[in-house]
């Protein structure tokens, strides 16, 4: 019966090794160490020695040396075992004078195979050079052959998990795309939903805010002052909701690609007065100051003069709303090259660093609130980053937590032809 010799340090690596080949007909010894194992192989008789690569004090490149510059030991084939089939070390256990080299990771049936291959090897010795270092290989042309042979199984084995793997992904890339069809085509019917729901509340929604200014009017006739508070209210919740709606329709128009632009040579300032004076009243009652820092002599730029005086008009109300009382507000603009650059700069609660990248993202909640219970959507700063970049532009903010933040638009002075 062929005896084989197990170095193995790992006593759960040992077990399963042993059972192995005990199962393929081979008689089994084991030893935890290099030492100890070549004393055994010195005073017993043994047709094969597998040994681990790292073992406690010598290695098994160390033990094969040894064994094979020992006269009476060597013609033992010895084979050595690693979890991972390094070329270099494997040049290393050629050079040591090893019968074979291969990996735990080999399903058993490779393990046995290699096993009863080592022991039909001969003698010799070959040399070899590899990333600059020379190895002489004390081995014959059948143990070189074997090693040749198991190096080649390594890579159509490592080649054949490389195309399953391979096989794999494709089919998790196939079910990703249709995933994210699928996602698409989910996101645009919820778009659609959301802008004909939008549309078909806006009207009647409107038909109430001409009926509660009526009643607030005395149209319908005299109301007390109870009846006066609650219309009130009710009027300023459907502004909210009438915002909130128009605001949902321009997402979904921008995500379709359906929002129209109507761009027009003319001069930034007069849409920039308007959005100024658009604010000046919520600005007196909160109790701040509002600047102008506009320049007369800005150049004239293609712009769609509804589209931008909405995003202008939205930094600053938003200005506006997350500053307190005595706070000043500074709406500014000026020729920037062939651009004009316009910015809106407060003395607010800013914003914090780890809040910058939602900034303008749709529906983005951030820290700071409105500082007199105003209402936000969500939806602006999203809404204007999508209407300054179809202008060709760009829109940015900087901000010091608890002392200011700025907003700025960089407007080309020519509307791009793809977007018009």
């Known amino acids: 019966m062929t005896r084989v010799l197990l170095i193995e340090d790992s006593l759960t690596q040992a077990v399963q090794l042993s059972a192995l080949f005990e199962g393929a007909g081979f008689q089994v010894e084991h030893r935890n160490d290099a030492e100890t194992g070549f004393a055994l192989l010195q005073s017993d008789r043994f047709d094969l020695v597998v040994s681990d690569l790292v073992l406690p004090g ?215 007065r308007e959005a100024f004076d658009s604010v000046t009243l919520a600005a007196r009652q909160k109790g701040i100051a509002l600047n102008k820092e506009i320049h007369d002599d800005l150049p004239a730029a293609e712009f769609d003069r509804q589209r931008l005086l909405a995003v202008v008009s939205n930094l600053l109300s938003n200005a506006v709303k997350f500053c307190s009382a005595d706070a000043r507000v500074t709406l500014g603009a000026r020729a920037s090259g062939d651009r004009v650059e316009i910015w809106v700069e407060d003395d607010g609660p800013g914003i914090r660093p780890d809040e910058m990248p939602r900034l303008f993202e749709p529906f983005a909640r951030l820290s700071a609130r409105p500082t007199g219970g105003e209402k936000s959507t969500g939806l602006g700063l999203s809404i204007a980053k999508e209407i300054v970049e179809s202008h060709g532009g760009s829109i940015s903010a900087e901000s010091t937590p608890g002392q200011s933040t700025t907003f700025r638009i960089e407007l080309p002075l020519r509307f791009p032809k793809s977007a018009a």
């Open 58 to 272: 010598e290695s098994g490149f160390d033990l094969c040396r040894r064994i094979k510059l020992d006269a009476r030991l060597a013609h033992t084939p010895v084979i050595v075992l690693t979890t991972q089939a390094d070329p270099l070390n494997v040049l290393r256990g050629l050079e040591a004078g090893a019968d074979g080299f291969m990996s735990k990771r080999h399903s058993p049936q490779e393990i046995v195979e290699r096993v009863r291959r080592a022991l039909r090897a001969d003698d010799g010795g070959e040399q070899a050079t590899f990333q600059g270092q020379r190895f002489r290989l004390n081995v014959g042309k059948a143990q070189l052959l074997n090693v040749l042979l198991s190096a080649f199984e390594d890579g159509v084995e490592l080649n054949r998990r490389l195309a399953q793997s391979e096989a794999a992904l494709r089919g998790v890339n196939q079910e990703l795309l249709k995933s994210n069809a699928a996602l698409g085509d989910a996101n645009e019917v919820k778009d659609r939903f959301l802008g004909i729901a939008a549309h078909d509340l806006r009207n009647p929604l409107s038909a109430i805010q001409g009926f509660v200014s009526f009643l607030l009017d005395g149209t319908f006739g005299e109301i007390n002052d109870e009846q006066r508070d609650a219309l009130r209210r009710v009027a300023k919740s459907v502004d909210t909701m009438l915002s909130l709606l128009s605001d949902l329709l321009d997402v979904s128009a921008l995500r379709a690609g359906k929002m129209a632009f109507h761009p027009e040579r003319q001069s930034v300032v007069p849409m920039l």
